[in-house]
């Protein structure tokens, strides 16, 4: 039996492991071939200058990175469409000509339906309506990816009506928001502004617990925790949004990471269907409507 192939379609190096980088490691350790799609090389991350005393370019350097966390996670190949980093929403590197953002929808969804040509996964991952938290390029490739479909298939994703037999199953990498509800809450209580989180303080927490997903699908992932560990270590030029120094929040956090949450949205998800275990097509079995309901954090 030929082995399943899963293409994962994100914005930046260092977003596969700070992502769903243990469903990436569990994938590849049961011999699924798992393609790295990256948009940019992330030359507008914020790199300290230690990083780059050789001279290399904030590009080569997390190029370099990804290629280590590759290895970490096991992942079959990593591939590059080409655009500049666009840097977070308002930031003056969105205009650049060679940026994602600038970049016109169709030639971008056109580029990633050459990859799906190519590689004819059996199911893809990218980033979900929102961006994660908001980064244009990560709503860009959501964007893209779901242009692509229609190149391809004919069907918009998402839509309850699509039907395309040859198209792969697609899901957005999202998480649930009922642990990161309860950190808003209590970081004030600390002395911290959930509304200014991050190296740049520029991600707005509340904002983004109130965006709600459906989780059509989770993948249990305590067991990888340490390959997703060795991957994002060898980001190091790149401070996470978990890292922090506060023990409770860093429990909090690490305890979203045992499980991984995406939703599906192709093919539809049925009325009733149960949460997925797999993203590789296990037979529903109607108890929940996960279209209506939010599932609390799974443990």
Request: glycine fraction near 6%; proline fraction near 8%; include cysteine.
């Amino acid at each position: 039996m030929n082995p399943k192939t899963l293409l994962v379609i994100f914005a930046h190096p260092d977003d596969e492991s700070h992502g769903p980088a243990g469903t990436l490691a569990k994938y590849a350790a049961e011999g699924v071939r798992v393609h790295y799609l990256c948009a940019t090389r992330g030359e507008s991350g914020v790199v300290d200058s230690r990083f780059l005393a050789n001279g290399g370019s904030v590009a080569e350097l997390r190029t370099a990175e990804l290629d280590r966390a590759a290895a970490a996670l096991g992942l079959a190949s990593v591939s590059f469409l080409g655009y500049r980093d666009s840097g977070m929403a308002g930031s003056p590197d969105n205009a650049h000509p060679h940026s994602l953002c600038a970049a016109p929808l169709n030639e971008v969804a056109g580029k990633i339906a050459e990859h799906i040509r190519r590689l004819r996964p059996d199911a893809i991952i990218t980033h979900d309506q929102y961006g994660w938290y908001g980064h244009p390029d990560h709503i860009k490739c959501y964007a893209a990816t779901l242009r692509a479909y229609e190149l391809l298939y004919g069907i918009r994703a998402g839509d309850p009506e699509a039907y395309a037999p040859s198209a792969p199953r697609l899901y957005v990498s999202t998480f649930s928001k009922a642990m990161l509800k309860l950190a808003v809450r209590v970081m004030p209580l600390f002395g911290l502004d959930p509304r200014r989180h991050g190296q740049n303080q520029d991600i707005d927490l509340a904002e983004i617990a109130s965006w709600s997903i459906p989780t059509t699908a989770c993948i249990q992932v305590r067991a990888y925790l340490p390959a997703k560990d060795r991957a994002k270590a060898a980001h190091a030029s790149q401070t996470p949004l978990t890292q922090t120094k506060r023990p409770w929040l860093r429990a909090i956090m690490r305890r979203m990471e045992t499980a991984e949450a995406f939703n599906r949205l192709y093919p539809p998800v049925a009325p009733g269907e149960a949460v997925e275990r797999t993203l590789f097509g296990a037979a529903p079995q109607p108890v929940w409507n996960p279209a209506i309901h939010e599932l609390p954090y799974p443990v």
